[in-house]
């Protein structure tokens, strides 16, 4: 009884003793901050993200490759794959279909941004929805798009029904309308998750279409970030 008592008490030492130790074994959460308004998470094609942003003399700032945790993220772009691969090969707005490519942007008004970490990995889940949103336009413009938030733009709007923006005059050789009825699309396609219909100008009065990620997981997103609140249905068209 007594030899039975000592085995037992050693088995519990153990298992408290491994126990503690893969507590200890954890990686740390760790913060990284960057003084900038907003930051990017580009996509790769591993399954990691590039993240990074535009300094103020206009050059790209790489801080690394890195994985990203959120569930919202996870489900999103699961949508974006499964709607590129439901309309790929037909024609939206009288033009080959284009498939819509996405960025995580992060953002703050205070111009600092922190970014929990943990083991090489971002803890995107961890990050105040308001603060971030998952942003869809073509490939093309996805850079466009970058720089033109971390450099500043003209205005951000959300395009009115009837514009001849939609279906840009031959003189306008970007695919704008398209990628626009695009966003749309998605808004249809996959009801209560994202929105569409929406232009950056850039700088040089070049127009930049994009939707975003406005709900996934019982959460809002991108409510706090400054262009998805200066964006209001008052874009009206083109100007040659």
Do not use: C
């Not at 030492?13 to 893969?22: N, P, Q």
């Not at 889940?125 to 996805?142: A, E, H, L, R």
């Amino acid at each position: 009884m007594r030899k039975a008592l000592i085995i037992a008490i050693a088995i519990i030492v153990v298992a408290i003793g491994i126990t503690l130790m893969s507590h200890h074994s954890s990686p740390a959460v760790g913060r990284m901050n960057i003084n900038a308004n907003y930051v990017f998470l580009i996509p790769q094609s591993n399954g990691e993200y590039d993240l990074g942003y535009y300094g103020s003399s206009e050059q790209w700032i790489n801080l690394g490759i890195f994985n990203v945790t959120s569930t919202a993220l996870k489900q999103a772009a699961g949508v974006i794959n499964s709607f590129n691969q439901h309309y790929v090969g037909t024609t939206v707005n009288n033009q080959q279909f284009i498939p819509l490519a996405y960025i995580i942007v992060i953002g703050n008004s205070s111009g600092a941004i922190q970014l929990p970490v943990q083991d090489h990995a971002i803890l995107l889940s961890k990050v105040n929805p308001g603060y971030w949103t998952i942003i869809v336009t073509s490939q093309n413009y996805s850079a466009k798009f970058i720089f033109a938030l971390d450099t500043g733009y003209k205005e951000s709007k959300q395009v009115v029904i009837g514009s001849p923006i939609w279906y840009p005059p031959v003189w306008y050789q970007q695919p704008i309308g398209t990628i626009l009825q695009e966003t749309m699309t998605m808004q249809a396609y996959r009801e209560g998750s994202f929105t569409g219909g929406y232009v950056i100008e850039m700088s040089n009065g070049t127009l930049v279409p994009w939707g975003f990620l406005f709900h996934a997981s019982h959460n809002a997103f991108g409510g706090n970030l400054l262009f998805i609140l200066q964006a209001s249905p008052i874009y009206h068209g083109l100007s040659a």
